[in-house]
């Protein structure tokens, strides 16, 4: 693993066992230009140009066919999840020269920088890679809303609420006296979702099941 440092006109290697990318700033009253460290475990490393770091890291992902890897953003004081992307070699790249969270367009085919459009910039802290090395999550501090509803995060909606909302639309097919497949496909996510719940209560189907049969049992 590998991790990275942002510090001011320093350009060096140190050796670390971490398994992230690090920024942080540092100062010089000459020189105030960014400049990337790359903590690596090989000492041999030291010797390696700064591009050369850079793109031995990226070698070391475990890019998927199209050359791209998940991506999810956290913030970096409270923990929430703010949005999953995707990012490729040069999205990554940018990442480490701009401290802000970039990903990959798989619809537009173009690299994407969140908040370039709105100014709700992501200002990546950290970067870490999972231990199979083909996934990313940035560590950063958002200057506004993440979700383009305006919202902290894009995750804002709970299983209950899915569970309600499927629950609404299996009705309406009754209601509005839909064809029989409509229902079979909405009490389909009905069930899916009910059964999402049920493992997050940690509640057994067989224990739902054996409720039924009491309630639906024919007394003599």
Avoid at 108 to 127: A, E, M, P, Q, Y
Avoid at 168 to 197: G, P, Q, W
Wanted: aromatic share 8%; proline share 1%.
């Amino acid at each position: 693993m590998a991790a990275f440092s942002y510090c001011q006109s320093v350009q060096y290697l140190r050796v670390s066992s971490k398994t992230h990318i690090l920024f942080s700033r540092g100062r010089d009253t000459q020189k105030k230009t960014n400049a990337l460290v790359l903590a690596s475990t090989n000492k041999s490393d030291n010797n390696l140009p700064l591009h050369s770091k850079v793109r031995k890291l990226l070698d070391s992902i475990k890019w998927d066919d199209k050359g791209l890897a998940v991506a999810i953003a956290q913030n970096v004081d409270t923990g929430a999840i703010l949005m999953q992307g995707f990012v490729n070699r040069d999205a990554l790249a940018t990442i480490i020269s701009s401290r802000k969270a970039t990903f990959y367009s798989r619809s537009r085919s173009t690299l994407w920088t969140k908040g370039k459009t709105s100014k709700n910039f992501i200002n990546v802290h950290d970067i870490f890679l999972d231990c199979d090395r083909d996934s990313v999550i940035y560590l950063g501090k958002p200057d506004g809303p993440t979700c383009h509803t305006g919202l902290e995060t894009c995750y804002y909606t709970s299983v209950s609420d899915l569970l309600r909302e499927e629950a609404d639309e299996l009705c309406r097919t009754m209601e509005e006296n839909e064809d029989k497949s409509h229902t079979a496909s909405e009490m389909t996510d009905v069930l899916y979702h009910a059964m999402v719940l049920l493992a997050l209560k940690d509640v057994k189907a067989k224990d739902v099941l054996e409720v039924l049969r009491k309630k639906f049992s024919v007394r003599h």
